[in-house]
């Protein structure tokens, strides 16, 4: 009788390690998935956002939106939470946003490039001054990209244009920044409370 419940107490030892051992593989499992969500996430977002922009819809402004959507989705995971945005994401999702892109090729991925650095350089001093500051220095960076794509375009007419879609395309990414940054300020504090769960 003593043996048979040792031999049940050592049989129940060994279930409930095994257990342990399940539940310990489920949440490093669990916690890799949260990872790579993370990590990739902000990327997908963006090259999706290039996508659905870059099919034939005869909106007025849809490349000047991509553009925006596209550097206020790399400006804002830069400054806010850079891990989510990892730099070879971005440069892969760039690569990749280029092929959809009507800008001229290469622009709009150095652009990317820059607004990432510009705003994880500066993140510890623009987190304490505020949303208007890092509002400004984003327009700052549309507006050299607009200027950048408008200088490619007068080189490739050998002519004079018109400096509108500059002004239009600085006015609209400025526009929608601020939406583009409620909602992903969102969808971060519903991601946040999924990983706390």
Partial sequence: MV?????????LRLE???????ALEGI????????????LLPCVVMVILAFVLSAP?????????????????VWFWALYRPAFMPLFGLFCGGLVIELF???????LLFWMLVAYGVAHGCRAG??????????????????????????????RVRGALSVYPIVFQEALAVGSYPFLHVLYLW????????DRL
């Fill in 3 to 11: 043996e048979q419940q040792r031999v049940w107490g050592m049989a």
């Fill in 16 to 22: 409930q390690g095994r257990l342990d051992h399940e």
């Fill in 28 to 39: 490093r499992q669990r916690k890799l998935m949260v990872q790579v969500r993370r990590k």
């Fill in 57 to 73: 819809f005869g909106i007025l402004g849809q490349t000047e939106l991509q553009t925006a959507l596209t550097l206020g989705t």
């Fill in 101 to 107: 892109s009507a800008n001229p090729p290469g622009v």
């Fill in 126 to 155: 623009l987190s304490r001054r505020g949303f208007l500051l890092s509002w400004t220095l984003y327009g700052l960076i549309i507006l050299g990209e607009a200027l950048t794509d408008w200088v490619l375009m007068v080189i």
């Fill in 187 to 194: 969808g971060l504090s519903i991601m946040e409370k999924h």
